[in-house]
């Protein structure tokens, strides 16, 4: 058994990472054939990313998809740990699996993802829910086929977790949710250590690919007809530095937007590492969306200062104005309230911010302590009632979605090209993004999926826009 260990996953060395090349072991290629798996994904775009190389992984050793959980063979809950409210959804679906296994005795079932790296989630797995069968980190997701191979007798639970500062894996198998769209992975793990936040701990060290395995990707999906890449990573603006092959975010956008992919993203970035370069290299591509998800937390400096964000307000205004410079750029963001210790005063500060900056959209949380960070120690000696803190989250929403609304409107009447994503909820209805990654619906028929297209402005919603197809 390998179990999670917070305090070695901390740790950060100077040792080089290494590069695998991944390679599909003979023994595992036929282990699924005639059975199928159901991938369930919580959490954030790295997590439905990850989950595309868990499916590719299943298929290159013969499993099919199943859409529906109850008749699958094999179940991987591939899990965030983010917040509390992440936890109780994945112990919750572990409860209803418990069921299943009881009708269905020969259900393999894996738990993956952030809660697999921490201790006291494995320590409850192995009290409570030893139904499943194999646990396994965000280190060794490739290890699944053997993971697998091992439990075929459907035996015992097994525990393979690494908590150790991460390698680069290239060539993994990948099946992506669709042909049109796709998410590149530039970089993994975080070095900041934000006070509240256990993703350092999670996803290990920051570590960069080289910039020509990601060009050798995006141009593979260009091939392949796709029309847009979203380049990931928890810190993209960090992309680079590890390397010390002096290029950065700013030299990787720009050799991506020539490949003329037709659209280019990326997410998520910190304030921390944006420079004046990156943003001319935004403006200066017309294939790079003209949209950044700007997480700023808080707007009191002292509160900054306690979450370790490295930013003041007055800095991250600097930014901001640098930023709306550029030609119909659309900014969005991440506010957390009731972080431990914060004042009426300091949340009138955050609501200044947001007046300030008039978002185009935020996702807003109430602070969860996170076992083993340092902000969960403050939250021991926290005064403020969870009643004031929702009181805070409402009052904060609806200054949000007041600008949210604002910033539709705006866009009433133009026409915007969109990338057709799918059939929305309503009859012949489809939805897309617009390159300001504003969700629009509107009336057309399901062979558009996929394309872009042009869409007229009708009515704007504070989450939507409905419009109308020009051509
Ligand atoms: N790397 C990104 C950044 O620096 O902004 C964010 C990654 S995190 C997956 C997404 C968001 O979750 C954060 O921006 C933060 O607002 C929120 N978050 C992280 N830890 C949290 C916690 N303990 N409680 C509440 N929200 C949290
Ligand atoms: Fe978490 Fe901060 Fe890293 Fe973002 S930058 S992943 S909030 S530690």
């Not at 150790?164 to 894996?169: L, N, S």
């Not at 009433?412 to 897309?432: C, I, R």
Request: aromatic letters at 10%.
């Amino acid at each position: 058994m390998n179990l999670p260990n917070l305090n070695e996953a901390r740790r950060r060395s100077n040792k080089s990472v290494n590069r695998i090349d991944y390679k599909l072991n003979n023994l595992y290629k036929q282990i699924g054939l005639n059975k199928t798996y159901y991938v369930k994904t919580y959490g954030c775009q790295m997590n439905e990313h990850d989950s595309e190389f868990i499916e590719g992984l299943l298929e290159s050793i013969g499993f099919t998809k199943n859409n529906e959980m109850e008749k699958a063979d094999l179940v991987i809950l591939n899990t965030c740990s983010i917040r509390e409210n992440a936890h109780n959804k994945a112990f919750g679906m572990l409860g209803r699996l418990k069921h299943l296994k009881e009708e269905k005795p020969n259900l393999i079932i894996g738990v993956c993802g952030c809660m697999a790296q921490e201790e006291v989630v494995v320590n409850e797995i192995l009290s409570k829910y030893r139904h499943v069968n194999f646990v396994f980190g965000t280190h060794n997701l490739f290890d699944l086929p053997k993971l697998i191979y091992d439990n075929m007798d459907n035996s015992k639970l097994k525990i393979d977790v690494l908590s150790v500062e991460g390698d680069v894996v290239e060539g993994l198998p990948v099946k992506r949710v669709n042909s049109f769209k796709a998410y590149v992975n530039i970089i993994y793990g975080c070095d900041k250590f934000c006070t509240y936040c256990i993703v350092p701990y999670t996803r290990g060290k920051q570590r960069s690919r080289k910039i020509e395995d990601i060009l050798k990707e995006v141009n593979e999906l260009k091939d392949n007809g796709c029309s847009e890449v979203t380049l990931l990573g928890q810190n993209v603006n960090a992309y680079g530095k590890d390397l010390g092959l002096g290029y950065d975010l700013a030299d990787l956008l720009e050799k991506v937007a020539e490949t003329n992919i037709p659209r280019v993203r990326f997410i998520t970035s910190h304030p921390w590492d944006f420079t004046d370069r990156m943003i001319e290299v935004i403006s200066k591509y017309p294939n790079i969306m003209k949209y950044v998800h700007l997480p700023i937390q808080s707007g009191s400096n002292r509160i900054l200062k306690l979450m370790g964000r490295r930013y003041t307000k007055e800095d991250y205004k600097t930014l901001f104005d640098k930023l709306k410079k550029i030609p119909g750029i659309s900014i969005t963001t991440d506010i957390i309230v009731g972080f431990p210790g914060e004042t009426e005063e300091d949340f009138l500060d955050t609501l200044e911010m947001v007046n300030y900056c008039q978002y185009d959209g935020a996702f807003t949380f109430i602070y969860s302590p996170r076992v083993g960070t340092p902000a969960a120690k403050l939250y021991e000696s926290d005064q403020t009632s969870l009643e004031e803190k929702e009181q805070r989250l409402y009052r904060l929403n609806e200054l949000i979605n007041n600008y949210s609304l604002e910033s539709n409107k705006r866009m009433l009447n133009n026409t915007y090209p969109v990338l057709v994503e799918g059939l929305s909820n309503k009859e012949n209805m489809l939805f897309g993004y617009t390159e300001t990654n504003k969700l629009v619906n509107f009336a057309g028929k399901s062979d558009l999926i996929g394309k872009i297209v042009k869409v007229k402005i009708q009515e704007a919603k504070s989450f939507s826009l409905d419009g109308e197809l020009v051509e």
